[in-house]
């Protein structure tokens, strides 16, 4: 309204009498304050009664689930009797109202102070991020269903014990409404605790502290006692609470909705697109198997391949030395002129063989069997084993002779030669 003052960052305003103050938030979208906060803090000597005001008076006109429960909560709050309070307001989100009013006639203190990376929004944004992509195996671990019963005990004791007590209700109809009163009767009871968490720790701590032990220490029993989840269907819904958790963690994260969503969005596509993926690398592994080169296989020939091979190479390696000799490309002049035996290479050309019978017969002589060739072979193998044996006697013998002077020499005179 007109008569309530705006905040702005690095404000410190102090009154005596009551009054309202608004912080309008700012519209413009800046990715750096993404983790930000901007902190309230209250102070006076005497106690005050803290109010927030809503601007929507109608919760029908709000958009979303949380801005209804946020309108809900805020309507059912009581004002608030203390000496010293803090707000945590969004970058992105509403405009925050409130109104202080002090009992006495005593100043009181109003700071406005921005935190550009809020350890709380950033925590709830990584726990958010881990808790969907290991939702799946997190619901298979028996350590973290126990832990998950502990928490759930302690956060929202009439869920868990209407959990608990499942069996006793006949009717399907009757537990589910009762299941959602008891949701938002543990979500107010969560509200509250949050608004007055550091009030509650630091005058009721011992009652807090036995609170916790009490309700951790029975939810555990309660666990052990049903054991963890066995059937598929029981870990398939409770992957999707996980699942659904992570997505409010998320959103409660950050500052900037759009992030949110987009983030959302993305976590879903990235675990839609396992299946896709896996197939289509499935695939593409086929396709890689099918159009693979082959790899070159050696095939060692046997002599008689050998031979077989070369006679057949010989044979048309010499055609077609005699169809480029027959061709008119071929310079047959030049040939002629530096030719030996021109009447031979015609005889060649027209078919002929081109090794004479007198050639075959003499190189059957030379290197054929019985052949001389072979012979001077066979002659040089022997005559170089026997000078080999009677060099290798005579250094045998040497050796002999050195150990027999070594022995026969004494130690001094050896000393002596040295």
Not at 180 to 189: D, E, I, R
Not at 260 to 283: D, E, F, N, T
Not at 334 to 343: C, D, G
Request: proline share 4%; hydrophobic share 40%; charged share 20%.
């Amino acid at each position: 309204g007109k008569n309530c003052s705006l905040l702005q960052e690095m404000d410190v305003i102090q009154k005596q009498d009551e009054n309202c103050y608004c912080y309008v938030q700012n519209r413009t979208i800046h990715l750096q304050y993404l983790w930000s906060t901007l902190q309230i803090k209250v102070h006076s000597r005497e106690k005050f009664q803290f109010e927030p005001i809503s601007e929507k008076n109608n919760c029908r006109n709000s958009e979303t689930v949380f801005e209804f429960a946020a309108c809900a909560v805020q309507i059912l709050w009581k004002p608030e009797t203390c000496t010293e309070t803090f707000l945590s307001i969004k970058q992105y989100g509403e405009d925050v109202c409130f109104k202080i009013q002090p009992f006495k006639i005593e100043p009181y203190t109003v700071r406005v102070k921005r935190e550009m990376l809020d350890g709380k929004l950033l925590f709830l944004f990584v726990a958010g991020i881990f808790l969907f992509h290991f939702a799946n195996s997190l619901s298979r671990s028996a350590k973290f269903f126990y832990l998950s019963g502990i928490i759930l005990g302690v956060l929202a004791l009439l869920v868990f014990v209407l959990l608990t007590l499942k069996r006793f209700i006949p009717r399907h109809s009757t537990f589910w409404i009762l299941m959602s009163g008891s949701w938002m009767a543990s979500l107010y009871f969560i509200y509250c605790f949050k608004e007055n968490m550091q009030w509650l720790w630091s005058e009721h701590r011992s009652y807090l502290l036995g609170y916790f032990l009490a309700v951790g220490i029975t939810s555990f029993a309660i666990c052990y006692q049903h054991g963890p989840l066995t059937t598929e269907l029981s870990i398939t819904l409770f992957t999707w609470m996980l699942q659904l958790t992570a997505f409010v963690l998320i959103y409660c994260g950050v500052t900037i909705p759009q992030v949110a969503y987009a983030v959302i969005a993305v976590s879903l596509c990235s675990k839609g697109l396992c299946y896709p993926l896996g197939a289509a690398c499935h695939i593409a592994r086929k396709m890689k198997h099918h159009f693979k080169s082959k790899k070159l296989v050696f095939k060692y020939l046997t002599e008689e391949e050998y031979r077989e091979q070369g006679e057949s190479e010989t044979i048309r390696a010499l055609e077609e030395l005699r169809s480029f000799c027959r061709s008119p490309d071929f310079p047959s002049w030049i040939a002629v002129s530096k030719l030996q035996a021109p009447h031979r290479f015609a005889a060649f050309v027209l078919r002929s063989p081109h090794v004479s019978p007198a050639e075959t017969k003499a190189h059957d002589e030379q290197y054929g069997i019985g052949s001389s060739f072979l012979e001077e072979q066979l002659f040089e193998t022997r005559a170089q084993s026997e000078q080999d044996e009677p060099a290798n006697s005579i250094h045998e013998e040497d050796e002999e002779n050195e150990n027999e002077m070594h022995t026969q020499i004494p130690f001094p005179y050896a000393t002596e030669l040295l």
